[in-house]
């Protein structure tokens, strides 16, 4: 596997690709990868002939007082785990290279209102505008055909499927199911924030989402009462929830009688630790 960290190494590496007609995917993260983004990779190789991965800790969709300075950076430890997985190209910019003139002066992107203020987007203003942001910058940089993302940040695999939609990118975007723990814990960086005694707790946020999802099967009408059930057994977990919500899988919407595709999402603080996490839930 190489590894590049300026446009001008990067286009060397994928001019070459190009010209063999190779169709290239993109797996966009932040690093101190586990086998949720191994799942990725794997995925995108299923789909392409080459497969780039970037890693970049994004400071334009952290918000002020969120952990974007103790965010843990594990470069060996990626760049040894995407060999393995057979990663093509690491793409581990500089600040410099993703932002030239400074991220305080730099040309931002605004997701749309109607996704991106809401859940996710409500408990941190200016997430998604940093998401898409960077994002936007990852695929004209790369160029890809493909890009994969994972379904455990739902909301933004929204937000990136219409930036690609809006912004006319001829890009596929592949979605992966979340990779669990054996107790259910959906794998995220931050799990390592997590506590000893926290673990317990925050394993139990899968199981009260998919109740909840079982609920709304069994009384789809009845949606907002499977909301505050799952909030009351995540606080009697002695988690501090920002938001539980069932919403239209399509556009996050409330839930009309005709919906099918719903999903149940959620983000709650277990100590110091924010965890988000969702289920499928579809009806009849
Ligand atoms: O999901 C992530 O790791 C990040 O939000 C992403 C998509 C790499 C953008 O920085």
Redesign the pocket.
């Known amino acids: 596997m190489r590894q590049v960290q300026t446009r001008d190494q990067l286009w060397a590496v994928l001019r070459k690709w190009r010209r063999s007609g190779s169709r290239i995917a993109l797996v966009?993260?932040?690093g101190n990868l586990h086998e949720g983004h191994l799942a990725l990779v794997a995925a995108a190789r299923e789909c392409s002939d080459r497969v780039v991965a970037?890693i970049?800790?994004?400071p334009a969709?952290f918000g002020e007082g969120e952990d974007y300075e103790r965010y843990p950076r594990t470069p060996d430890e990626d760049r040894e785990a995407l060999e393995a997985a057979h990663c093509d190209l690491l793409f581990a910019p500089s600040d410099r290279t993703m932002y030239p003139g400074g991220l305080a002066d730099a040309t931002c992107l605004q997701a749309p209102r109607s996704l991106s203020a809401i859940l996710e987007g409500a408990a941190r203003p200016g997430h998604f505008d940093?998401?898409v942001t960077?994002?936007s910058r990852?695929f004209n940089l790369v160029g890809p055909d493909v890009a994969v993302?994972?379904e455990k940040?739902y909301q933004?695999l929204l937000v990136?499927q219409r930036l690609v939609e809006d912004m006319g990118y001829p890009i596929r975007v592949v979605s992966v199911p979340t990779v669990r723990s054996a107790a259910g814990l959906a794998l995220s960086?931050r799990n390592r924030y997590l506590q000893d005694e926290q673990r317990g707790a925050a394993e139990q946020l899968n199981g009260i989402l998919a109740a909840a999802a079982r609920r709304v099967i069994e009384s789809p009408g009845r949606w907002q009462e499977a909301e505050r059930e799952a909030r009351n057994s995540l606080e009697q977990s002695g988690m501090r929830v920002d938001y539980v919500a069932v919403r239209r899988a399509v556009d996050l919407d409330r839930p009309l009688p005709t919906d099918r595709d719903l999903r149940v999402l959620a983000a709650a603080w277990c100590g110091g630790t924010r965890l988000i996490d969702n289920r499928a839930c579809r009806l009849g």
């Open positions: 966009p993260t932040m970037s970049y800790v994004n969709q940093g998401v960077v994002v990852l993302f994972g940040d933004q990136i960086s």
